[in-house]
């Protein structure tokens, strides 16, 4: 907290001796050394009875008494000259703090101390240090009224508990890395309960690679995978199709400029059926971004058509090897998330209601799991996902308050432009960098921040670091954190388990904390391990079932997930399409309906009787 330098004055008295019960064991060594951001401070090993205390060790936190305020510093060093180690009396050490800021009491009687990051008067030379007093601990991290939750204990003094302000957290982006075992996920389940109860307004969308967060949130999550995925292929932006349809491999410009101009026709003919193919030019016009619905079938026609004019016979090649594309895309059975449904019709409502829960019926939790998925498939699924999100905060005005949370992110963020997904990057940089104006938030969980993005880590203001060994990784952290604090990263190598050192605008000062112990079930990842257990106890491995989910054999669905069950061989556009069905003449069963048109209207010629 800052505060005017003359608003507060310390009080008069010794800051060791106000009361008898206070003894001379408090008052530790004298400052022999300082500079302007540091001090050294000469003391002994042992106390006045000769024994060796545990007064002095790395991470403690003391002050530093000047009359009228309190300097308050972190012990990162200790240690002697000579190296050397006497049995007979004291022996001298030299202990070397980093000053962080100074405490002064309040004004009125028995207002709590005040704590400013700002020094005015520094240590001069033999001015006393002692142990910091449990209310000056408490004045070091205090939120001044913002509001806050609980999220753990300091790892100083297990008393006081360790808040962050939850509103600046989220609203600010946070992140959180850690060597893989630290217990990051569990740190993420921790601050996910502690957001949902603090905002109960929050949606919150998880990208999930390793499928374990569902069953650490069954009260509040939903579970979305491929087999309950419903995302239409024409809600994808140009290049988010282009890169279902490409795969990785490297785009061909003009295949894509037969896409952006023949996929507005498709739509067109999809609202319009009696347009053909004439498109009207104007404010209202459709392009190859709009989330339109069209069929694919509709869009191979326009290919076919195309390919049958004479002015097109160069470009034959080209528009054959896109209709392949498009056929091969729409018969893998990993994109039939995208292409399951035999009816098109406008479902956007009921898809981005059920994914981003509106309303959200007292679960504002949705987990995509991503486990099993191509990398691919994920590239696009996440860059639509993170699009809409930002898209949906933006037309809100405010109103829907979206936490986007990415999990591993360095996989579809990385540090090298050609290892991602351009698409996705842009989405999750507009999010980081413009999604604090319209309610849209971002959480970063990450193993090695030295390979995710520079420019969306910087967008991080507030960031729990646990234990980090890679001198890269500790780089990327130390280039975050405040230059008072620099020395605190000294322990990042040796944290235990559920320790995390906590910077930036959700605390009030560098915080070395330790988070609460969830519960045994709401640890994620532990029904997976309890099944495991089991699978280990019981019969051998199921080859069969492994096979099975190995080759990715679709089953057949009772239901489709968003949309109305209605007849299979009925479209959007025929008159009679929520009516009851009528006698229809049987369709060829060797005909392929998977593109939506009825088989009268494409590939064969009617019948004359």
């Given amino acids: 907290m800052f505060v005017e330098r003359e608003a507060s004055v310390g009080e008069l008295t010794s800051q060791e001796r106000r009361n008898a019960e206070l003894n001379d064991k408090r008052i530790l060594g004298n400052v022999v050394q300082c500079d302007g951001a540091r001090a050294t401070i000469s003391a002994y090993a042992e106390d006045t009875e000769g024994a060796v205390t545990g007064l002095w060790t790395v991470g403690k936190m003391i002050s ?18 000579d190296r050397a180690w006497s049995n007979e009396g004291q022996n001298p050490i030299e202990v070397s703090i980093e000053l962080i800021g100074e405490v002064r009491d309040g004004i009125d009687p028995g207002a709590k101390p005040v704590f400013d990051r700002g020094i005015t008067t520094y240590p001069h030379i033999g001015a006393i240090a002692h142990r910091i007093r449990t209310r000056d601990l408490q004045a070091v991290y205090d939120l001044a009224g913002r509001h806050s939750v609980t999220i753990g204990s300091l790892s100083q003094d297990e008393s006081i508990d360790a808040k962050i302000a939850i509103d600046d957290t989220l609203a600010r982006h946070f992140a959180i890395v850690g060597t893989t075992g630290v217990g990051k996920s569990t740190a ?42 419903d995302l239409p292929f024409w809600m994808f932006r140009l290049e988010e199709f282009t890169e279902v349809l490409f795969r990785g491999r490297e785009i061909v410009p003009e295949e894509v400029d037969v896409l952006r101009d023949l996929i507005p026709v498709a739509k067109n003919l ?7 193919s004439y498109i009207r030019r104007g404010s209202d016009a459709l392009t190859a971004d709009t989330p339109v619905p069209y069929r694919i079938a509709d869009l191979i026609k326009q290919i076919d058509e195309r390919m049958g004019l004479l002015e097109s016979k160069n470009d034959r090649p080209t528009l054959r090897s896109l209709k392949t594309r498009i056929e091969s895309a729409a018969a893998d059975p990993r994109y039939r998330f995208m292409f399951n449904s035999r009816l098109i019709e406008d479902t956007i409502h009921e898809t981005i209601g059920n ?43 405010g109103r829907l308050k979206l936490l986007l949370l990415c999990e591993e992110a360095h996989r579809y963020m990385p540090a090298d432009a050609r290892l991602g997904f351009a698409p996705t990057r842009h989405a999750l940089s507009r999010i980081a960098k413009e999604g604090r104006k319209y309610g849209c938030y971002l959480g970063v969980v990450t193993q090695r921040p030295g390979e995710l993005d ?13 234990r980090l060994a890679n001198e890269q990784d500790q780089a990327i952290i130390r280039s975050a954190i405040a ?73 057949p669905q009772q239901s489709m997930a968003f949309a109305e069950t209605v007849d299979s061989s009925r479209q959007a556009g025929d008159a009679d399409y929520r009516k009851p069905a009528a006698a229809r003449l049987p369709a060829d069963e060797d005909f392929d309906l998977r593109y939506g048109l009825k088989p009268a209207t494409f590939g064969i010629r009617q019948q004359n009787d």
């Fill in 270 to 276: 999809y609202r319009n059926p009696s347009s053909g």
């Fill in 483 to 555: 230059d008072s604090s620099a020395s605190t990263l000294a322990f990042l190598s040796s944290m235990g388990q559920r320790e995390a050192i906590a910077f930036g605008e959700g605390v009030a000062t560098t915080m070395r904390l330790k988070f609460e112990k969830l519960p045994q079930e709401f640890i994620p990842g532990t029904s997976q391990r309890e099944q495991s257990v089991a699978a280990e106890e019981g019969n051998d491995v199921d080859l069969a079932m492994i096979v099975e989910r190995l080759r990715n054999v679709p089953k």
């Fill in 188 to 229: 993420v389940s921790l601050l996910l309960r502690k957001s949902i109860e603090a905002r109960p307004d929050l949606r919150v969308l998880i990208l999930d690679p390793h499928n374990e967060f569902a069953a650490s949130l069954p009260e509040y999550c939903v579970k979305v995978d491929s087999k309950t995925l």
């Fill in 64 to 81: 530093i008494n000047l009359g009228a305020t309190r300097t308050v510093g972190l012990v990162y060093a200790i240690g002697k000259s």
């Fill in 454 to 466: 520079p420019t969306i880590l910087s967008q991080c203001s507030t960031f729990f670091a646990m």
């Fill in 355 to 397: 994914i981003f829960r509106v309303p959200h019926h007292g679960r504002p939790v949705t987990c995509f799991e991503m486990a099993g998925m191509p990398s691919e498939v994920v590239n696009s699924v996440c860059s639509v996902l993170a699009r809409l999100a930002f898209d949906l905060a933006l037309w809100s005005e």
